[in-house]
């Protein structure tokens, strides 16, 4: 069963900083594209970044290029999304998944999702 668990989130000030982690197990890890995605209230969910199983290939909105890094560990079955720059339009839960095909920037290409982790931006 495949379980991945977001924590990092919090409150920061406009311009700062949080970087979020996504645990990953009863998958291969190291086989598996992982993305980022957030969602705000009323909003739906949306694609942030994406990385290919190798760390090779990064992929990020253009809400968030220059601004965000991601990231993984293999070895830790972990992938990270460092978020710096941060604007209050940032403010959202955000989710990691596992990309099972497609272009990597729907929903709809990934299996399954954490919990999500909540990042409020204040002004």
């Known amino acids: 069963q495949v379980h991945l668990v977001e924590s990092g989130g919090g409150l920061v000030q406009a311009g700062g900083s949080l970087r979020l982690s996504c645990a990953a197990s009863g998958l291969t890890f190291s086989s598996s594209s992982m993305g980022w995605f957030r969602q705000a209230p009323g909003a739906e969910r949306e694609f942030v970044a994406r990385i290919s199983r190798s760390s090779i290939n990064t992929v990020y909105a253009d809400s968030v290029k220059g601004r965000f890094i991601i990231s993984r560990d293999n070895a830790k079955n972990t992938v990270y999304l460092q978020m710096n720059s941060l604007k209050p339009e940032d403010t959202a839960v955000y989710y990691c998944?596992?990309?099972?095909?497609?272009?990597?920037?729907?929903?709809?290409?990934?299996?399954?999702w954490g919990q999500g982790t909540q990042v409020t931006v204040s002004s």
């Open positions: 998944g596992v990309r099972r095909g497609g272009s990597g920037a729907s929903v709809s290409d990934y299996d399954y």
